[in-house]
C-alpha cells in the first residue's frame, strides 16, 4: 500500500492531510501516521509535575520535552530523560 491509500485512511480517522505529511517526514511509516490519533497539544495534559521533576533533575526544558514528545520519534520517558545532545 502507498501514500495515497494511507492518506485516505487518515482523512477516514480524522487525521489531517498536513499532519499526516509531516509524520511521513519524521520517517513515520505509513500506517501509524494514518492510524495513530492526534495528541492533546497541551502540555499540562502530556507531563505531570513528576515528569516536570524529571526534565529539571536531568537539564531538560519542558518545550524541549514537548518538542521530543510531540514528534513521534521520543517515547514520553526518553523525551524527558534522554539527555540533549551537546549537554
Known amino acids: 500500500m502507498d501514500f495515497h491509500h494511507w492518506r485516505k485512511v487518515a482523512r477516514r480517522n480524522g487525521v489531517p492531510d498536513a499532519?499526516?505529511?509531516?509524520?511521513?517526514?519524521?520517517?513515520?511509516?505509513?500506517?501509524?501516521?494514518a492510524t495513530?490519533?492526534?495528541?492533546?497539544?497541551?502540555?499540562?495534559?502530556?507531563?505531570?509535575?513528576?515528569?516536570?521533576e524529571i526534565m529539571m533533575k536531568n537539564g531538560i526544558s519542558l518545550i524541549a520535552a514537548s518538542r521530543r514528545f510531540k514528534?513521534?520519534?521520543?517515547?514520553?520517558?526518553?523525551?524527558?530523560?534522554?539527555?540533549?545532545?551537546?549537554s
Open 19 to 33: 499532519v499526516y505529511v509531516s509524520r511521513i517526514q519524521n520517517n513515520w511509516d505509513y500506517e501509524r501516521a
Open 71 to 86: 514528534s513521534g520519534n521520543y517515547t514520553k520517558e526518553e523525551a524527558i530523560t534522554k539527555p540533549i545532545r551537546g
Open 36 to 52: 495513530e490519533p492526534l495528541q492533546d497539544k497541551r502540555v499540562s495534559k502530556i507531563f505531570n509535575q513528576k515528569d516536570r
